[in-house]
T-cell receptor, first 110, second 113 residues
Framework: GENVEQHPSTLSVQEGDSAVIKCTYSDSASNYFPWYKQELGKRPQLIIDIRSNVGEKKDQRIAVTLNKTAKHFSLHITETQPEDSAVYFCAASKNNDMRFGAGTRLTVKP | GAGVSQSPRYKVAKRGQDVALRCDPISGHVSLFWYQQALGQGPEFLTYFQNEAQLDKSGLPSDRFFAERPEGSVSTLKIQRTQQEDSAVYLC???????????FGQGTRLTVV
């Protein structure tokens, strides 16, 4: 099955700085790549997603890039704020079968 | 309901006890997923349904784990003869399928003592 690896496992940035989280996947047939944010004690919630026919997508301070050849995709958060502190999960999906990375704990220091 | 609903929210089981965890997906959602999330870890895939068909159960850790979705709506994850290593949050998610968002339930926190 699909194997998703995510780095780094923890990330600490100063408020206002950018944060980048990277994921790689193993199955070249995966065609949908969502990112989820999970706050402590809460359920994961979608923050942005990208389909395999697109190389980049942006939504305000959040952007995702996809390199299908290299089988990796990244989440970029600019102008980070304390409320961005959470655990972020990438996922890769093929035929509706969705697999997640191990997560990145992002801490934004005020 | 408005979202994915899981019950119970918390379950404490004695080692060796059988448990059943319920997931009510969003009405009309074709795809349903079960994940196991250990403390501080990402959701680990357990199994996936498309309507009533269980298309992938490769993530179930042992034959003590069994999932069903008999009418293509509500799903139940059953764990027989629970062990301490089964302690985790069990998340259910549903989606319309295709390139669509998966919505998660609040999870069931299972503690085996």
């Amino acid at each position: 099955g699909e194997n998703v690896e995510q780095h780094p496992s923890t990330l600490s940035v100063q408020e206002g700085d950018s944060a980048v989280i990277k994921c790689t996947y193993s199955d070249s047939a995966s065609n949908y790549f969502p990112w989820y944010k999970q706050e402590l004690g809460k359920r994961p919630q979608l923050i942005i997603d990208i389909r395999s026919n697109v190389g980049e997508k942006k939504d305000q301070r959040i952007a995702v890039t996809l390199n299908k050849t290299a089988k990796h995709f990244s989440l970029h958060i600019t102008e980070t704020q304390p409320e961005d502190s959470a655990v972020y999960f990438c996922a890769a999906s093929k035929n509706n079968d969705m697999r997640f990375g191990a997560g990145t704990r992002l801490t934004v220091k005020p | 309901g408005a979202g994915v609903s899981q019950s119970p929210r918390y379950k404490v089981a004695k080692r060796g006890q059988d448990v059943a965890l319920r997931c009510d997906p969003i009405s009309g959602h074709v795809s349903l997923f079960w994940y196991q999330q250990a403390l501080g870890q990402g959701p680990e895939f357990l199994t996936y349904f498309q309507n009533e068909a269980q298309l992938d159960k490769s993530g179930l850790p042992s034959d003590r784990f069994f999932a069903e979705r008999p009418e293509g709506s509500v799903s139940t994850l059953k764990i027989q003869r629970t062990q301490q290593e089964d302690s985790a949050v069990y998340l259910c998610a549903s989606s319309l399928g295709g390139y669509t968002e998966a919505f998660f339930g609040q999870g069931t926190r299972l503690t085996v003592v």
